[in-house]
């Protein structure tokens, strides 16, 4: 069983920075894609950036592109998502999940095709 836990999360001043961390554990996970997702209050679920399992490829959100960078550090079994620029709008919960599938050349921007997914860690931005 594989166990995700996210970390870094808090509060911030708008255009501040923030560097979020998802630790696997249980098993590796260096054959799967990771994506980040983004829950505000009373809003759904958000897709927010991605990446394939051999760091190859990314995929970011419009609302982020150019602000957040999404990398892996496969030996330490943890992914990081770099946000710089934060406004308000990026409040919310933030949250990490892994593909099932190992080596998958299809990155996805929906959460339905990600299978575990760690409890999120809240980002909070005042303006």
């Known amino acids: 069983q594989v166990q995700l836990v996210e970390s870094g999360g808090g509060l911030v001043q708008a255009g501040g920075s923030l560097r979020l961390s998802c630790e696997a554990s249980g098993r590796t996970l260096r054959r799967n894609n990771i994506g980040w997702f983004r829950q505000a209050q009373g809003k759904e679920r958000e897709f927010v950036a991605a990446?394939?399992?051999?760091?190859?490829?990314?995929y970011y959100s419009d609302s982020v592109k150019g602000r957040f960078t999404i990398s892996r550090d496969n030996a330490k079994n943890t992914v990081y998502l770099q946000m710089n620029s934060l406004k308000p709008e990026d409040t919310a919960v933030y949250y990490c999940?892994?593909?099932?599938?190992?080596?998958?050349?299809?990155?996805?921007?929906?959460?339905?095709?990600?299978?575990?997914w760690g409890q999120g860690t809240q980002v909070t931005v005042s303006s």
């Open positions: 990446i394939r399992w051999n760091g190859g490829r990314t």
């Open positions: 999940a892994a593909d099932a599938r190992e080596s998958s050349w299809s990155l996805s921007s929906e959460w339905a095709e990600y299978d575990y």
